[in-house]
């Protein structure tokens, strides 16, 4: 029996906000319904802050995430978080999916830090942007209701990440802790490939890690990040389908029609 797939490869990383892009264009949504899908994070000051636009890169056209944020410096906790999710209009799978996602991070940071997660106090993760990015994934992934996702191993990369500890060696650490169990790949760039946000959504999604499985796809596009690799493939490639039991060599029977038909033209 066919089941509903969603497809993500990553040649170049992923990252929150890609995520959101991927999942808002799969799901057909024009500017007026992701904002509406914002507004019911319940947090103000995140009403218009983002819109999926045109963009493209060495001439190839695809999408990426415009967001405006405020700046501010307020550090919240996990239970502050919990709160913010709870008191939202999103669906209850939505709210469990975000609070995974962050539950996540809370346990990374706690293990980093040597401390309960209660005691963990975010700073970019709790962030106006990971907000957004956790909580406007959580609604999309819910609104396209995948049986399974399936993404590409994960590209990582040595380098420098600037973040509020200072200057620290990628993969952060929270990456570096999400990372255990997950495939990963060198790749001939420097710094972040893959952010904390967008690990926490994936592990909290359910996601495997593989080749392309079978699918038949109704909908491929292509999501670009804020960040241009000169040395890998640009952005990431999202899709969504069903799956199909042909076998993988050959998924439609073209071998068979096509030896079929060069022996009777040349026969």
Known sequence: MAERLLVIRTPSGISGDMLCSGLAVLAGLDDAALADDIAALGVPVLNGSARV???????????RLDVRLPQENTHRSFKDICAIIE???????????????????????????GIPVSD???????????????????????RLQPARLVCSPLPVADGAIRCAHGLLMSPAPAVQDLLAGVPIYGVPAEGETVTPTAIALLKAFGATFDNWPNIVPEKLVRIYGGKVFKSLPNGALFAIGNSH??????????????????SHDHG
């Open 87 to 113: 008191a939202s209009a999103m669906t209850l799978t939505a709210k469990v999916l975000a609070r995974t996602a962050f539950e996540l991070l809370g346990e990374v940071e706690g293990r980093i830090h």
């Open 120 to 142: 963990v106090v975010f700073h970019e993760i709790g962030a106006l942007d990971s907000i957004l990015d956790i909580c406007l994934a959580a609604v999309l992934f819910d």
């Open 245 to 262: 039991a042909c076998g993988a060599t050959d998924p439609v029977g073209i071998s068979a029609h096509f030896h079929s038909g060069y």
């Open 53 to 63: 636009v045109g963009h493209s890169v060495m001439r190839i056209n695809g999408f």
